[in-house]
């Protein structure tokens, strides 16, 4: 039997079902981009153009002063997010940790709970 290195068919065939996979899903993607440019209507206005999220405009000098609030409410939404999902995989698996599971996560919610009424107290989740 003779050795061979590269066998170009068999490669092709084994890594088809990837290729495919990828090229609808370019395709897809190219198609969805085509059909949105012609479908949906370019009509800009003031409303549209505006800044959102951030509160100040986009295109202006890098060293003005803006609001930090924005950026606290972010941070404090990512925080407390992060730790909403630890419960999922909590719940997933509660049978098989039995009650030292349930305690530790309810001492993590506890800890989260004290957190939230504190930021709530502090005002960081106001917005004048």
Do not use: Q, T
């Not at 996979?21 to 549209?48: M, N, Q, T, Y």
């Amino acid at each position: 039997m003779m050795f061979r290195p590269f066998c170009g068919e068999r490669m092709l065939e084994n890594y088809f079902a990837v290729l495919l996979f990828v090229a609808v899903g370019i395709g897809f993607g190219v198609a969805l981009l085509v059909a949105g440019a012609i479908v949906a209507p370019h009509r800009p206005d003031s409303a549209k153009l505006s800044p959102y999220e951030c509160g100040f405009e986009a295109f202006e000098d890098a060293r003005m002063k803006f609001d930090v609030r924005y950026y606290l409410v972010a941070i404090l939404f990512i925080l407390f997010d992060l730790e909403i999902a630890f419960l999922f995989p909590w719940a997933v698996v509660l049978k098989e940790i039995g009650f030292f599971g349930f305690s530790a996560m309810m001492i993590f919610l506890g800890i989260l709970i004290v957190g939230f009424i504190y930021e709530w107290k502090k005002g960081a989740l106001d917005w004048e």
